[in-house]
């Protein structure tokens, strides 16, 4: 499968452009990503304002909050839009480990995300191109930039780890 983005780069391209910006802050995603693991899957979002500022973050709070929406993306905007003070985020970027799935790719194409950046692709779930791809779908009226796969290999290497854990628990 061949992911093609806005742009028209193929995956492979996309992943020689240099992304250094994204691939700081996805190390410490991870990192927070790593910590939520012992309690939830480890998914971490952060969203940056047109000035590169972190203005919102959020982990996978689902079992914690008891929230079928407690995914880190919905909580990321949460907070971001409090500080914002509005639910438009045309000029800001989100990065996240994981790509985003189907309700977060809905949620952040109402919310007018400017950027997404995410790791791993989710060919299960993902709704940004790994399973399906909502930001060209006709019923988008927002076009998002997208760029995947920033350091992929560590970022699936960490769900892999969490899930495989999991297996051996139950
Ligand atoms: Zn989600």
């Not at 995947?148 to 960490?158: A, V, Y």
Request: with cysteine.
């Amino acid at each position: 499968m061949k992911y093609i983005f806005e742009n028209g780069n193929s995956k492979d391209q996309q992943k020689k452009t240099n992304n250094s910006k994204y691939t700081l802050w996805m190390n410490s995603i991870l990192r927070r990503s790593k910590e939520i693991g012992k309690v939830e899957l480890p998914i971490c979002s952060i969203i940056l304002d047109e000035r590169g500022r972190c203005i919102g973050r959020g982990v996978n709070k689902r079992n914690i909050n008891k929230d079928p929406l407690g995914h880190a993306e919905i909580m990321a905007l949460r907070q971001a839009s409090l500080i914002k003070n509005d639910w438009r985020f045309n000029e800001c970027t989100i990065i996240t480990n994981l790509e985003p799935c189907t309700m977060c790719s809905s949620a952040l194409i109402q919310a007018r995300m400017g950027k997404v950046i995410f790791g791993a692709y989710d060919k299960k779930r993902g709704g940004l191109g790994g399973s399906i791809d909502l930001s060209i779908h006709e019923s988008a009226h927002h076009k998002m930039e997208i760029i995947g796969g920033i350091l992929e290999d560590e970022c699936s290497q960490t769900l892999q780890i969490w899930f495989k854990k999991l297996r051996t628990q139950k």
